[in-house]
């Protein structure tokens, strides 16, 4: 079982940025791929980003160029740096874990999420 949990949401101004994190206290974090995922008031779950146990990261159209997500597995952790944040960002923003980098949702584990809220 992983347990993960997201932090580091809140309020931004657009224009800001924000790094979340996902931690978990799995022995065995570094054997996971990590995406991140994020779904506002009546939209469905979308993908962000995610990045594999070798570093290998993808992105999602709507955040590339502005997202960027590292992992430090001595602290099993994994960033999700995001700036220019525009208020179309604003979502609770969930992490997962799994045995293999996807865009699907096709994650073994998900955390509770963080709640990234941008204003114009």
């Known amino acids: 079982q992983v347990q993960l949990v997201e932090s580091g949401g809140g309020l931004v101004q657009a224009g800001g940025s924000l790094r979340l994190a996902c931690t978990t206290s799995g022995r065995t974090f570094g054997n996971y791929a990590i995406g991140w995922f994020r779904q506002a008031p009546g939209k469905e779950r979308e993908f962000v980003g995610a990045?594999?146990?070798?570093?290998?990261?993808v992105y999602a159209d709507s955040v590339k160029g502005r997202s960027t997500i590292g992992r430090d597995n001595a602290k099993n952790t994994v960033y999700l740096q995001m700036n220019e944040l525009k208020p179309e960002d604003t979502a609770n923003y969930f992490c997962?874990?799994?045995?293999?980098?996807?865009?699907?949702?096709?994650?073994?584990?998900w955390g509770q999420g963080t709640q990234v809220t941008v204003s114009s």
């Open positions: 990045i594999s146990r070798w570093m290998a990261t």
């Open positions: 997962a874990a799994g045995p293999r980098i996807t865009t699907t949702e096709a994650y073994d584990y």
